[in-house]
Nanobody
Framework: QVQLVESGGGLVQAGASLTLSCAAS????????VGWFRQAPGKDREFAAI???????TYADSVKGRFTISRDNAKNTVYLQMNSLISEDTAVYYC???????????????WGQGTQVTVSS
């Protein structure tokens, strides 16, 4: 079992930066791929960034160059640094952990409760 708790969301203006944190407890964190997913009102949940077990990362095209995912296995924490935020980034952001090499939400069995990010234009 892995428990995930996100923090750091809020209301910001377009162009601002925000950093989300996801603290994990339970089983060894470094055994999982960990990602940030987001869900805007009326839309499906989509992946934003994944930190793979091997240390590499993958980003959705919509956030590439603006978002950076990082993980600190010693602290069991994963971060999402978000720069140059735009209104389209407004969503609930979820942290998730899973064992498969996939960006599909169905392969992530552990989820946090989500944190709201609102970008005003």
């Amino acid at each position: 079992q892995v428990q995930l708790v996100e923090s750091g969301g809020g209301l910001v203006q377009a162009g601002a930066s925000l950093t989300l944190s996801c603290a994990a407890s339970g089983r060894t964190f470094n055994r999982y791929n960990v990602g940030w997913f987001r869900q805007a009102p009326g839309k499906d949940r989509e992946f934003a960034a994944i930190s793979w077990i091997d240390g590499t990362t993958t980003y959705a095209d919509s956030v590439k160059g603006r978002f950076t995912i990082s993980r600190d296995n010693a602290k069991n924490t994963v971060y999402l640094q978000m720069n140059s935020l735009i209104s389209e980034d407004t969503a609930v952001y979820y942290c998730a952990a899973g064992g498969s090499y996939s960006t599909n939400t169905r392969f992530y069995g552990y989820w946090g409760q989500g944190t709201q990010v609102t970008v005003s234009s």
